[in-house]
């Protein structure tokens, strides 16, 4: 399957089969490819809080407004942004000196720059926010190509979600998204209008 291919065929489905189950090594091969997504400076700010069994989906059913397809979905994850994404600083300069990236020379302006974040938390919220939502994109195209159906939810309580699941302060969730198959007897629509570029581009000034 094509990206132009996962992208046609991607819908965000309201009606899961929960009789299908997603096994946990599936899950984080998918959790894997999507964290090739793009970050600044590669700190990779996203983290995932998983639901499988169907105690935990409850709880996650609560506190997103109770939408009967988190209970369906084989696996629900929350993308949790982690603001304290500055300290992967260290890691990824070992790695980026390890495969040439950077010079050894070069590794501390690259730590000090990674941490200029934290001076401004207003910028660091952002970036964290933009890179998951990059993240969960990726992760929805590559669960389409591997025959996998997804549903991204807004519709949560933020402050409950965080309460129930015991986040620190320096996370906080910013996406719900259930996985799982389809239920085989919904009814899938014909995808909503899309505009098009002649009417959302706007070429060299507004």
Not at 64 to 82: G, P
Not at 110 to 134: M, P, T, V
Not at 139 to 168: C, H, I, K, Q
Not at 170 to 198: Q, T
């Amino acid at each position: 399957m094509t990206v132009t291919e996962a992208l046609q065929k991607r819908r965000a489905i309201p009606s899961f089969d929960s009789s299908i189950q997603i096994s946990q090594q599936e899950l984080d091969k998918l959790i894997d490819l999507a964290s090739l997504a793009p970050s600044s400076m590669n700190l990779q700010p996203w983290e995932l809080l998983v639901c499988f069994t169907e105690e935990d989906k409850a709880r996650m059913q609560a506190v997103t407004m109770n939408q009967k397809k988190v209970s369906e979905a084989s696996a629900v994850l929350a993308v949790i942004c982690n603001l304290d994404f500055p300290e992967h600083a260290d890691a990824i300069a070992e790695a980026n000196v390890s495969r040439g990236y950077i010079t050894d020379e070069r590794k501390a302006g690259f730590i000090e720059g990674a941490h200029s974040f934290k001076k401004n938390s207003q910028a660091l919220r952002e970036e964290a926010i933009r890179s998951c939502n990059l993240w969960a994109m990726s992760f929805m195209l590559v669960a389409t190509e591997a025959g996998w159906d997804t549903a991204p939810m807004g519709g949560f309580v933020a402050e409950s979600l965080s309460a129930e699941f015991g986040l620190p302060d320096s996370r906080f969730p910013i996406l719900v998204i259930a996985v799982g198959k389809r239920n085989p007897d919904l009814k899938v629509h014909e995808r909503s209008l899309r505009f098009p570029a002649s009417e959302i581009r706007h070429v060299g000034n507004w």
